[in-house]
């Protein structure tokens, strides 16, 4: 069982940057993608971007790419989300997960290939 506790949102102004961060406890797997998603109310979760443990690949949702920036601390079992220039369509809850299994990079961006989730922490944009 793996438990995942986020931490870091808040509000923020346009243009502005925020920090996430996702810290996992219990049997994490080496091979298993961290991923970081995120829901705006009356929108499906989507995903924003991913990173494996073991050789640091990073994956990112075209609407974020240039702008956030995914990163591991191995040693502290923790994945960071750097935000910056944040836009009003940024502003979710953010999720950060991971899976039971490996996960091929060709379907990182799946939610469904993800088992255990965080209880999200709010990311606020005003213009």
């Known amino acids: 069982q793996v438990q995942l506790a986020e931490s870091g949102g808040g509000l923020v102004q346009a243009g502005g940057s925020l920090r996430l961060s996702c810290a996992a406890s219990g049997r994490t797997l080496n091979m298993a993608p961290m991923g970081w998603f995120r829901q705006a109310p009356g929108k499906s979760r989507e995903f924003v971007a991913a990173?494996?443990?073991?050789?640091?690949?990073?994956y990112y949702a075209d609407s974020v790419k240039g702008r956030f920036t995914i990163s591991r601390d191995n040693a502290k079992k923790t994945v960071f989300l750097q935000m910056n220039n944040l836009e009003a369509e940024d502003a979710a809850v953010y999720y950060c997960?991971?899976?039971?299994?490996?996960?091929?990079?060709?379907?990182?961006?799946?939610?469904?290939?993800?088992?255990?989730w965080g209880q999200g922490t709010q990311v606020t944009v005003s213009s």
């Open positions: 997960a991971t899976s039971r299994d490996p996960v091929s990079r060709l379907i990182v961006r799946d939610r469904r290939q993800y088992d255990y």
């Open positions: 990173i494996y443990w073991d050789t640091g690949n990073t």
